[in-house]
């Protein structure tokens, strides 16, 4: 999520609704506000996060994931290396790695990617530059080689959700799915339900 705010909620009312409904995960994935509020902003996402007990990440920038005391940083193949941002971010720390071919996997795998982050499964607004929809054929991959946590991620919603469990994610990440519903809580729970009951059939 980033930090504008959503219809008549600012992010971290989003992010407080989004939990109560069942995401397990937070990342902060902010582009364009200036750094000054993105550390102040940040800081308050942290610690809503902790009292909630979610891991809280930061998208692309290692050096805002320090200074938040983040649980993670998600990067991608145009990012910091994984291997880069381990030396930075210590041994204790969540590293996650974006990979939308067999080929980025592997160099993810080889950066030490502690979760792999794979899409766009489906075409997405919220990601300009995301390319072509990969479907679920690479999570069924992935997962049958490495067994490392996989989300698959890109136009993800209660629609098409119980296929990328069946396919072998671990789990979804979604923005639009939860950020861009007129009652979010609601979209969250809805997600998370179909989420779990997918890993039980
Ligand atoms: C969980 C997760 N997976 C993939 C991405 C995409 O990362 P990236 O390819 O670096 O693209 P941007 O998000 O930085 O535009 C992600 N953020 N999270
Ligand atoms: C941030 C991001 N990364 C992608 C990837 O393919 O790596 S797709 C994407 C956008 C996800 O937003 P929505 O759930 O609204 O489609
Ligand atoms: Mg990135």
Redesign the pocket.
Known sequence: MGLEGYGHLTALQLAREAIAGGVTMI?L?E?NAPLRQVLTQGVQLRELCRELGVPF?V??RVDVAILLDADGV??????IPGMEARKLLGDDKII?I?A?TMEEAEWAMENGAD?????PIYSTAT?Q??GEAIGTALISAITQRWTVPV?G??GINTENATVIIEAGAHGV?VVSAITKQHKPLLAAQTLARTVQTAWLS
């Open positions: 990342q994935r582009k990440f998208n692309d998600h990067v991608g193949q145009d990012d996650g974006s939308g979760y792999l982050g794979v899409g990601k530059d995301a989300v991620i890109g990440a």
